[in-house]
């Protein structure tokens, strides 16, 4: 049974703390990414364009049907078999971020069909391009009311990035991992990174719902 051992818990606390570092910067660039695509298939299943809007509608579905870690591993492994090979690094992001895009385009979907019609009408009636209706009418007024649902997701991906360890990424959990099969010692990395996500992820939830006050229309 393993004895915690503060010396050697303080002494690994800095390369825990660049393995933070870099799931910080995974959440971040990923979560750009899902909120990039994710606005774009939201546009394109609304505007209902024959075989595309279809399509979009079939990738939210077997994104969301289909395991994170399963997606990393068919990225990481399986592609390079077709020819397809990436660092380990921008494999990761991409797929976490086009992972969590299916979840994003839901909620952008929700936020655009709650706009009333009337500001479709109003914008028809105004002769305004359909890009600028977009721009300046919908996107602006769709996205408020679900900010802190987009929020959530940040979290969730802050801790789903964990598993973008098993394709070698020395993030926050391979950190602890690689110093655990070093050192043979897993209770003190094991402990100090669930601190360390606790840490991050508790405080953004509570800000979270300081978000939701604010922008979601209390019935």
Known sequence: MS???????????????KGLWLTIQITFVGFFISLVVGLVIAM??????????????????FVRGTPLLVQAYVAFYVLPLLGVTFDA???????????????????????????????????????????????????PQ???????????????????????????????????????SSYYRYLEPITIIGLMYLAISFPCSLFIKKLERRFVPQH
Do not use: C
């Open 3 to 17: 004895v915690w051992d503060t010396a050697f818990a303080i002494s690994i606390i800095p390369i825990l703390l």
């Open 44 to 61: 394109i299943r609304y505007l209902k364009i024959p075989i595309i809007s279809p399509l979009a509608t079939f990738y939210v579905s």
């Open 89 to 139: 690094l921008p494999t990761g992001i991409v797929v976490i971020g086009l992972n969590y895009s299916a979840y994003t385009a839901e909620v952008y979907r929700a936020g655009i069909e709650q706009l009333h019609v009337g500001q479709w009408e109003a914008a028809t009636a105004l002769s305004l391009p359909r890009w600028r209706t977009w721009v300046r009418i919908v996107i």
């Open 142 to 180: 769709a996205v408020r009311p679900i900010i802190p649902v987009l929020g959530n997701y940040l979290i969730m991906m802050f801790k789903d990035s964990a598993i973008l360890s098993s394709i070698t990424i020395i993030e926050l959990l391979g950190s602890a991992l690689s110093i655990g």
